[in-house]
C-alpha cells in the first residue's frame, strides 16, 4: 500500500507540474522548439530546473543501498546506444514536434476531449500495440 501511495503523491505531483510550468499547452511546448520563429525559451528554464533538482536527487538516492519502499532499484541496465534506440527516441521527438505532446501531457490532457489530444492518444496507443505485438518473446 505504501508504494501505491507514494506513486499516487509522485504523479500528482508530476501532474502539477506539469500544469505550472506550461507542458500541457501544446502550443506553448511548439514555440519552444520553433527557434526560428516565435521562440518562447522559458521551458528551457523549466528543463533546466527540473536538471537542477534530478541531478543530485539521482546521486544521493542510488548512494543508499536500496529505496525506501521496495527491495531494489529499476534501473536501466543497458548502455548500448544502438538502432532501437534511436529510432524510438526520434519517433518520439518527431510526435514531440508535431504535436507538441508527449504522453503524459496527453494522457492529463484528454480530459479536454479536444479532437488532437484524443487522435494522439489513440496513436500513442496504437503503436503501443503495434509494438507490443511485433515484439512479443
Known amino acids: 500500500m505504501k508504494e501505491l501511495l507514494a506513486a499516487l ?5 508530476f501532474g ?6 506550461g507542458m500541457l499547452i501544446p502550443d ?12 518562447d ?11 537542477a533538482v534530478t541531478v543530485p536527487g539521482y546521486y544521493l538516492v542510488t548512494q543508499r543501498p536500496r529505496p525506501l519502499l521496495v527491495s531494489s532499484f529499476s534501473l536501466p541496465t543497458s548502455t548500448a546506444i544502438d538502432g532501437k534506440l534511436l529510432a524510438g ?14 504522453p503524459a501531457p496527453a ?17 500513442m496507443l496504437v503503436g503501443m500495440l503495434l509494438h507490443k505485438t511485433l515484439h512479443r518473446a
Open 89 to 102: 527516441a526520434s519517433l518520439f521527438g518527431l510526435g514531440w514536434g508535431l504535436s507538441g505532446l508527449c
Open 16 to 21: 502539477v507540474g506539469l500544469a505550472v510550468s
Open 107 to 123: 494522457l492529463v490532457n484528454i480530459t479536454t476531449g479536444f479532437v488532437d489530444v484524443l487522435a494522439f492518444v489513440a496513436a
Open 28 to 39: 506553448k511546448v511548439l514555440n519552444f522548439l520553433d527557434i526560428a520563429g516565435h521562440w
Open 41 to 51: 525559451p522559458s521551458l528551457a528554464l523549466v528543463m533546466g530546473g527540473a536538471l
Open 9 to 13: 503523491v509522485a504523479g500528482l505531483l
